[in-house]
């Protein structure tokens, strides 16, 4: 049972190149996350997936799109990428319902040039 | 929406001290609030919850307090220990929706041997 994958770890782009960042969960978990974590401002939502064929914006989705590609995998997007962008980047699932904790992947950490 | 204010934003402790953390909610709606620990270069994980319908829970050395007439909740962590120092987070949500949590800044805590 790994929980909350993420794929790269690491990732270094220049401005305006594009990439996609994987989450996948073995939990079966209905409800799916992508946050950013800056330093010195906590936790932002970018986009949510409810359920399996939903997705939502959250507090700052300008600058990504998302696939919720199954019930297994949510993936985020940067179409040009920004140095604003420049960030952690996690990917949290939860099962929905109670309990209502989540569980966080272990981040990829990504750098815009 | 809701605001979730946290403070202090940095904590340093002598090891075997107290220490606390609070954080205020604006939404009145609010009844779940977890809290969360990231050591670094990790992962946020949930240390402890509360629900608005209990005032105080403990655990161990950890315990949170609410006070939802003043929209305030608090960490308290006793007789700290090096492996403590940590960021902090706390939330808010109200549990009837599609539980998105509201995150605080973070406390970055640090105890000193």
């Known amino acids: 049972n790994a929980g909350v994958t993420q794929t790269p770890k690491f990732q270094v782009l220049k401005t305006g190149q594009s990439m996609t960042l994987q989450c996948a969960q073995d939990?079966?978990?209905?409800?799916m996350y992508w946050y950013r974590q800056d330093p010195g401002m906590g936790l932002r939502l970018i986009y949510y997936?409810?359920?399996?064929?939903?997705?939502d914006k959250g507090e700052v989705p300008n600058g990504y799109n998302v696939s919720r590609l199954n019930k297994r995998e949510f993936s985020l997007r940067l179409e040009s990428a920004a140095p604003s962008q420049t960030s952690v980047y996690f990917c949290?699932?939860?099962?929905?319902?109670?309990?209502?904790?989540?569980?966080f992947g272990p981040g990829t950490r990504l750098t815009v040039t | 929406g809701e605001n979730v204010e946290q403070h202090p934003s940095t904590l340093s402790v002598q090891e075997g001290d107290s220490a606390v953390i609070k954080c205020t909610y604006s939404?009145?709606?609010?009844?779940?609030f977890p809290w969360y620990k990231q050591e670094l270069g990790k992962r946020p994980q949930l240390i402890i919850d509360?629900?608005?319908?209990?005032g105080e829970k403990k655990d161990q050395r950890i315990a949170v307090t609410l006070n939802k007439t003043a929209k305030h909740f608090s960490l308290h962590i006793t007789e700290t220990q090096p492996e403590d120092s940590a960021v902090y987070f706390c939330?808010?949500?109200?549990?009837?929706?599609?539980?998105?949590?509201?995150f605080g800044r973070g406390t970055s805590l640090i105890v000193h041997p």
């Open positions: 949290a699932s939860r099962e929905g319902g109670v309990p209502y904790e989540q569980y």
């Open positions: 939990m079966n978990h209905n409800s």
């Open positions: 997936s409810a359920s399996e064929g939903t997705t």
């Open positions: 939404d009145s709606a609010s009844n779940y």
């Open positions: 509360i629900r608005s319908n209990v």
């Open positions: 939330a808010a949500l109200a549990s009837g929706g599609s539980y998105i949590p509201t």
